[in-house]
C-alpha cells in the first residue's frame, strides 16, 4: 500500500496544481482582513500589473472578505469547519475563492441570487443593482444578495459556487469564486 | 472548485492557518508576518514568541526561498504557518538544484550535530571573519538562527528527488515562553 501523503504534502500539491498563492484558514476578524489585503497588494504592486485591475482586485477582495467575516460561524454547538480565503494566480486572471458555512435554509435564496447575476449583461445588472440598492434601504431583506451584483459588475466574469456536505444537519460549505482579468477588455 | 473545501479540510486537520506558494521576490516577509501577527494577536501570544516567529520567517523567506527569486515566473517555494499544542511551527518548502542540496546538507548536517552554545559560537566565528558575506555564510547564519530561536527544534527533509532537484522541507517549533 502506498504510504499516506501528509496534508502538507497535499496542501502543496493542490496549490500547485491549481496555482493558488495564498491560502487562509481560520477565523476572519477586522485585523485579519486588512493584514490580508496589505500582503496583497504588496503582491500585485510588485508585479506592476495595471492600477486600474488592482484597484478591482483589491474591491472585490474586500467585498468577499467582509462576506467572510459576517457568516463564518455556525449555530451547532462546536464550529465544523473553517472559513477560508484562496488566492490564485493564472497567467491571464486572477481568482478569489471563499468558503464559508451557509444554513440550509438559505442556499435556494443565494443560487437563485447568483443564478439571476449570471444570466444578467452589465446594463442589466446595473439595474438590478440600483432596484436592490433601493430596496436595501426599505428592509435588509431586500439588500440580500447586493454584494453578489457588486462583485459579478466589477469583475465582468460570472460567478462560480458550490456547496459541500459536512458534518452538520444544518449547514454546508459554501464556496464561491471570482475571477478578475489580468487585461481589461 | 471542490479543491477549496479539500483544502480548508486539510488546512483544519494540519492545524495550519496560512499557506503562501511564491517566489518571494519582493522580500514580503514583513506582510506575511502581518497575517501571522493578527493571528497571533487572537492567542495571546507573548512579545518574545512573536519576535522569534518573526525572525524565523525573515530568515525563510529571504534566505531559504532567495534562490527562487532568479525565476521570476516560477513559484517553487512555499511557508506554511502550523499552530502546535505549545506554541507554533514555520514550515518552508523550497526547491534546490543538486549544488546547492550539496551546500545545504551539509550545512545542515554540522549544524543540527552542535549545542545551543556551539551554534552561538559558530556564528560569531562567521559574523567575524568579514563584513560581505557569501551565500554559504548566508544560509549558515539563516539556520543557525532557525536552531536558536527554536532552541533546536527543526526537523528536515527531501520531498521528491531526482537527478536535478531536490525539495527541501525545513519545519521549525517555536514554543510559547
Known amino acids: 500500500m502506498a504510504p499516506m501523503e501528509t496534508p502538507l504534502k497535499q496542501i502543496h500539491s493542490i496549490m500547485n496544481d491549481e496555482n493558488a498563492v495564498l491560502i487562509y484558514s481560520g477565523e476572519f476578524n477586522q485585523e485579519i482582513v486588512k493584514s490580508m489585503l496589505n500582503y496583497t497588494e504588496g503582491k500585485l504592486e510588485s508585479s506592476g500589473i495595471d492600477d486600474l485591475v488592482r484597484k478591482k482586485i483589491f474591491n472585490v477582495m474586500v467585498e468577499q472578505l467582509q462576506n467572510i467575516t459576517k457568516h463564518q460561524y455556525t449555530d451547532d454547538d462546536k464550529q465544523i469547519v473553517q472559513p477560508c480565503f484562496v488566492l490564485i494566480e493564472q497567467e491571464n486572471f486572477y481568482n478569489l475563492v471563499t468558503g464559508n458555512p451557509i444554513h440550509i435554509d438559505t442556499i435556494q435564496m443565494v443560487t437563485d441570487r447568483i443564478n439571476q447575476v449570471n444570466s444578467l449583461n452589465a446594463d442589466e445588472l446595473k439595474d438590478l443593482y440600483k432596484q436592490a440598492r433601493l430596496n436595501s434601504r426599505i428592509s435588509d431583506v431586500g439588500g440580500a444578495g447586493l454584494g453578489f451584483i457588486d462583485v459579478a459588475r466589477k469583475t465582468e466574469n460570472k460567478l462560480d459556487f458550490g456547496f459541500y456536505d459536512i458534518d452538520s444537519a444544518n449547514y454546508k460549505y459554501f464556496t464561491l469564486k471570482t475571477q478578475i482579468n489580468k487585461i481589461i477588455a | ?177
Do not use: P, W
Not at chain 2, 512579545?47 to 529571504?62: A, F, H, M
Not at chain 2, 536535478?164 to 517549533?173: D, G, H, R, T
Open chain 2, 1 to 177: 472548485m471542490e479543491y477549496t473545501f479539500i483544502l480548508q479540510k486539510l488546512m483544519a486537520e494540519g492545524n495550519f492557518l496560512l499557506a503562501i506558494r511564491d517566489n518571494f521576490e519582493s522580500l514580503l516577509s514583513k506582510s506575511v508576518f502581518s497575517i501571522v501577527e493578527s493571528q497571533m494577536k487572537n492567542d495571546n501570544v507573548d512579545l518574545n514568541t512573536k519576535n522569534r516567529i518573526y525572525s524565523v520567517v525573515v530568515e525563510c523567506v529571504q534566505n531559504i526561498c532567495s534562490n527562487d527569486r532568479a525565476h521570476s515566473t516560477s513559484k517553487n517555494s512555499i511557508l506554511l504557518l502550523n499552530k502546535i499544542d505549545l506554541g507554533h511551527k514555520i514550515i518552508v518548502g523550497t526547491k534546490l538544484n543538486i549544488e546547492r542540496k550539496n551546500r545545504l546538507d551539509s550545512i545542515l548536517l554540522e549544524i543540527s550535530s552542535l549545542t545551543l552554545e556551539e551554534l552561538k559560537e559558530k556564528k560569531k566565528n562567521i559574523i567575524s571573519i568579514r563584513s560581505d558575506l557569501d551565500e554559504s555564510q548566508k544560509e549558515n547564519l539563516a539556520l543557525i538562527d532557525m536552531f536558536t530561536r527554536s532552541a533546536g527544534k527543526v526537523k528536515y527533509y527531501y520531498d521528491g528527488e531526482n537527478e536535478e532537484n531536490s525539495f527541501l522541507i525545513i519545519e521549525i517549533e517555536i514554543s510559547n515562553n
